[in-house]
């Protein structure tokens, strides 16, 4: 693979986006710093994402391969968070004192604000009415899990028995997998997609 994509680079740009690097072991770590050292020569562009705690304990990594770049991202301020629920659910789509606990709970993290919404309308808290959003609890009383943890766990108990068991068998596969390989239906697969 490591011709391969040195090929693709050498005919037209490529991307390698390698996702989640804080949870790959350290030989894997080596091989992407040599495979992309080696790819220099090549119209290759390599984007390895990772948590904040992966700098930490290797602050170093990948500062030794030329050409190449760190981007931190710091949390969302609370006001591009608010928009951020506005353009999900449309400005004013919910009250103001649910979407400042979403805000608060969320701590500047896009993909826990757009967990808790689908959490919300699985768990039919929220529920579009009438081209509108409609809040079926009193605003106080909406539960809010305290981390993303939480609020795909919550999501997970609303699934019915065999759907959570097919996400226990499968999630030990990994993103690209044949659900038959855990002996999963790959109907009951696509119908949770």
């Not at 506005?86 to 604000?113: H, K, Q």
């Not at 996400?167 to 949770?192: E, N, Y």
Request: charged share 25%.
């Amino acid at each position: 693979w490591w011709r391969y994509l040195c090929g693709l680079g050498g005919e037209r740009l490529t991307v390698l986006v390698v996702e989640d690097v804080h949870w790959v072991s350290e030989p894997l770590l080596e091989l992407m710093e040599k495979l992309t050292d080696a790819l220099s020569d090549a119209a290759v562009l390599t984007i390895c994402t990772a948590r904040p705690e992966f700098f930490d304990a290797r602050g170093a990594w990948g500062g030794g391969v030329r050409d190449s770049a760190s981007i931190r991202f710091s949390p969302l301020p609370d006001t591009e968070s608010l928009q951020l629920v506005d353009a999900l659910v449309g400005v004013g789509g919910l009250p103001g004192d649910l979407t400042s606990r979403i805000v608060a709970r969320a701590e500047g993290n896009p993909f826990y604000v757009e967990e808790i919404l689908q959490m919300l309308i699985d768990r039919d808290a929220i529920a579009r009415e009438n081209g509108g959003w409609s809040v079926r609890a009193h605003v106080d009383e909406v539960e809010l899990p305290d981390s993303i943890h939480g609020v795909i766990a919550a999501r997970v108990d609303l699934l019915e028995a065999a759907s959570r068991e097919a996400l226990r068998r499968c999630s030990v596969m990994g993103r690209v997998f044949w659900p038959r390989a855990a002996g999963v239906d790959d109907s009951l697969i696509a119908a949770l997609g």
